[in-house]
């Protein structure tokens, strides 16, 4: 069974840019999340889909930020424009319903 | 609300010496416990977990014990090996939903 993909693993970029990072769930996986760490800080949440419906996006830092996941499969996150401090890694993680997260590797944002 | 503190790194140790990272946290309620691993261009993989008070969660040779009155986690290893060098999140999910809150990372090398 495929894991969690995130694609790019890295992207640099700079200030004022506009970048997506995907993300293809573990198929059959409802829930979706996004996380991120900042320049060796903690993981921190962005924001949680069920299916195609943002369930919470409490952690979506401001209005910079906008993550779609048309039809329930794939997830995007857009960044536009992006800004020095958004620089960081891009995780997400998928599971079933209260089932046990598995996580992507990561997406390596860089903005110059 | 619910946060993680975990031990600041670098640890750096030398082969078959004992590790303890710490970690504690604050919580609302009953949350579930956990370390996360990441090893060098990998992505966060679960280590091990704790669901309850005392429970002691267990994983190549890794342990940690939920202590309840002490609100720690602390991962330990009695023996660590080159192949451990990687960075250590302990991480917490409240009673309800699927949302973690992480440590910043405990970043190990061990060196032969």
């Known amino acids: 069974e495929a894991g969690v993909t995130q694609f790019p693993s890295h992207s640099v970029i700079e200030k004022g840019q506009t970048v997506t990072l995907r993300c293809d769930p573990i198929s059959g996986h409802d829930n979706l999340y996004w996380y991120r760490r900042v320049m060796g800080k903690e993981i921190k949440f962005l924001l949680h889909f069920v299916k195609e419906s943002k369930q919470d996006e409490s952690g979506m830092p401001n209005n910079r930020f906008l993550a779609e996941r048309t039809g329930g499969t794939y997830s995007t996150l857009k960044v536009q424009p992006a800004e020095l401090e958004d620089s960081g890694v891009y995780f997400c993680a998928s599971s079933r319903i209260g089932a046990q997260l598995f996580f992507g590797e990561g997406s390596r944002l860089t903005v110059l | 609300g619910d946060s993680v503190t975990q031990m600041e790194g670098p640890v750096t140790l030398s082969e078959e010496a004992f590790l303890t990272i710490n970690c504690t946290y604050t919580?609302?309620?009953?949350?579930?416990l956990f370390w996360y691993v990441q090893y060098p261009g990998e992505g966060l993989q679960l280590l091990l977990k704790a669901t309850k008070a005392d429970d002691k969660g267990s994983n190549k040779g890794f342990e940690a014990t939920y202590r309840k009155e002490t609100t720690s986690f602390h991962l330990e290893k009695g023996s660590v090996q080159v192949s451990d060098s990687a960075v250590y999140f302990c991480?917490?999910?409240?009673?309800?939903?699927?949302?973690?809150?992480f440590g910043t990372g405990t970043s190990l090398t061990v060196i032969p």
């Open positions: 991480a917490l999910t409240p009673g309800w939903g699927n949302q973690f809150y």
């Open positions: 919580a609302t309620g009953y949350p579930s």
